[in-house]
């Protein structure tokens, strides 16, 4: 039997987890990392690349490099390349193979099932993507659970007292609250809030503007137009950020990072948690109108609150755990690791789905009741919106309305089913059309039309409609062109399968490609640390070698190389090799220093 693994689909990083004798394991992916950077790009050579090969070049290559790809879901949105184009499942797809195929790698067998998490705030066709975009990458879709379910699942593992319980989820590209009831057997979401476009990706950004506007104080240089030194500060901004949450300042330091007429200049500089809380503050600050919404949506006051969980990466910024402290009058739990609970939640969903015995008491009784994110109406007479589904509805949710005729001898009627919490229907979204034909003739009114809205666990909606005058039940079509339809999803999982072996035969070129680069980047800082400890001729031949192996990985593939692509990468371990012998003296020069 194949595996099932949960798997935390985010914005900006993903997270894969399984149930392994009994206990849940963080599944590292290929690249020994916890998390996946959810980021895919195509190289000018034309490869796919996926994680963190893909997002380390994503600045010098910004047209062909697609990141926070879920913020598109369930849009219309498509991206070409190489004139071929593809809708954000096939990129999210692209994601979920790479899991999909490190778990293998780990666990030693195949993977067959996942249980996906999604954002509470998604909609309809966004979590229908989501499981389409797991289908394209070979998985059979367990159950679609939302990220705050899955983290409180996470926590239910050791914490059976009965309690209501906010989870606040500031990931890297957006922001959930939810209002969750833990029982004995169940948990249950009582409320939902967020905001889609907050996250750490916006606390990055403050930073990445700080560090080029002193740059260009100090240096009289706009970084902004080097996008090679644009992809160091990005990456540098990052870490900057994550070493304030353990400490008060940090040290940027960018050797080289360009170049004048007096020859190379060198970024380095101190930021300041106080500095970092200044430029965030009003980030901060917008999480507190969702909180609050949420809490009134739940009918309840922060000090009912039974404990607050931190879920997200961002909620390990101190400033984010002080506001949090502050606007609940609670101490948050940090016995959730917070980069990671989606996931194992996750996990511990499918193995109660994939009803294996796993050794956990309470996993196969736990009743999971998940809610709809937003109402759900059908449009009527004046373009209003008439709400059948209340958002916050527990699922599963079945509800029908009976309706009529607005005008006499009407012998069909269009029903308009909308999402949203708007009154009037053109500012909901419409996420489905439908017609109901063959009508008894009759006048205005008299009509009965029975319109149901079924939702699944999976926050599936259906809509169905029925003739209450003739009793016959008659057939609809849902026009909802936002969904794939089974061939466009069957053509993109034959395409996944076509480039399977070429990616994996790509893979193994990048991680030369990047071990290249990576000594690349230990040479420079090495020659700026150590540099002058050298005799000028073989400082000399270091420099001319490291020349060499950047010409290398810069150079566009010859012809025998695109026939060959074996060439490309045996290309790169020569020159490689040939810089890690020059060098070696030099990087023992650092080493020595580092230790005394
Ligand atoms: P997630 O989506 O939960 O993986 O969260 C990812 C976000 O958390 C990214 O923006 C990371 O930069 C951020 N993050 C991870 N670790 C830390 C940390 N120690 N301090 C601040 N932000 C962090």
Redesign the pocket.
Known sequence: MGATIGI?L????S?MAAMEGGRVTIIPNAEGER?TPSVVAFSKEGERLVGSIAQRQAVVNPDRTISSVKRHMGSKWKTRVDGKSFTPQEISAMILRKMRRDAEQYLGRDVTDAVITVPAYFDDSQRQATKDAGRIAGLNVLRIINEPTSAALAYGLDNGTPQKVMVYDL???TFDVSIIEIGDDVIEVLATSGDNHL???D??ERLVDHIVQEFKREQGEDLHRNAMAMQRVMEAA?QA??E???GFSTQINLPFISQNSQGPVHLDMTVTRAEFEQMTRDLVERTTAPVRMALDDAGIASSELGCVLL????T??PAVQEHVRRITGKEPSASVN??EC?ATGAAIQGDTLSGATTGIVRSNSLLLLDVTPLSLSIETVGGVATRLVERNSTLPVHYSKTFSTAASFQTSVEIKVLQGERPMAKDNKAIGTFRLKGIKRAPAGVPQIEVTFDIDANGILTVSAKDLDTGKEQSITIDDSDRMSDDEVQQAINDAEEYAEEDEFRRATMEVRQRAEKLLSEVDSALSAAGKQLEKSEKKQVKADAAELRRVLMRRPSKKERADPEEEGRRIVVAAEKLDRSSARLRELVAQQQSS
């Open positions: 935390d985010g914005t900006t990083n997270c998390t990931g890297g590209g996250g750490g990706d606390f990055d990052e950020k994550k304030l949450s353990a879920v997200g990466g961002s390990r910024i917070p980069d989606v």
